[in-house]
């Protein structure tokens, strides 16, 4: 999304202001409902700019809808958009890919993620610690979060160099929730160097979103 833009009646300079409006639709909606006047106006046109349009729209678009989300890890049953269709489907979208699309390298980061998930999910429900591997803060009352002692980015960097691969040349599959590696050879060979590799650790959620991370080009890191 490129600024300035007009969204509904009002014109926007700063990506951060659309995201504000955005949040406060979601928020102020008792869902399940669908939006009228100017928030379904302002809505429909940040939905305009999602990189997946034509997917989204389907037959053409009929409303937009507010919704808790069906993505799996949504355990909090917090609100999405959802674009309800003329034929009277219902597909969830995100406002944040209309503000700002990911990068294929990004996407392939993601897709890479999701390969692993299940190993990183096993280690939470078998890990025996009880503190902040970080900062040494008890982890009991806190949200605690799976990380990686050598930041996943860089993990994820390593194997494509044992492989002579990189990043942007990942084919991925995308899926309703997530995208997956296309070539399922890969995807077994990651998984395997990811179990090997990788040095997963309990921390509380606010030591590992405030420690410091590498900074690469191009990359958007995540929290795991």
């Not at 995208?179 to 160097?193: G, I, N, T």
């Amino acid at each position: 999304m490129k600024m300035p833009v007009v969204l509904g009646d009002r014109l926007y300079t700063r990506k951060k202001a659309v995201a504000v409006d955005c949040r406060k639709i979601l928020s102020a909606a008792r869902a399940p409902t669908k939006l009228k006047g100017k928030s379904q106006r302002f809505v429909s046109d940040v939905l305009a700019h999602h990189p997946q349009l034509l997917e989204k729209v389907g037959a053409g678009l009929a409303g937009i809808v507010v919704a808790p989300s069906q993505h799996p890890r949504n355990t909090a049953r917090l609100n999405c958009f959802w674009a309800l269709r003329r034929d009277g489907s219902l597909i969830d979208w995100s406002y944040r890919k209309c503000i700002t699309p990911p990068s294929k390298r990004t996407e392939v980061l993601s897709a890479m993620r999701a390969e692993v998930r299940p190993q990183i999910e096993d280690f939470r429900a078998q890990s025996a610690a009880t503190v902040c591997a970080i900062s040494g803060a008890p982890l009991a009352g806190s949200a605690v979060h799976v990380d990686h002692a050598r930041p996943f980015v860089l993990v994820a960097l390593d194997w494509l160099s044992s492989q002579g691969l990189v990043v942007d040349a990942l084919a991925i599959v995308k899926g309703q929730w997530q995208a997956r590696l296309a070539d399922r050879a890969l995807a077994e060979s990651w998984q395997a160097y990811h179990k090997a590799a990788a040095k997963l650790r309990l921390v509380t959620a606010t030591s590992n979103l405030t420690r410091q991370r590498p900074w690469i080009k191009g990359v958007k890191h995540d929290t795991v």
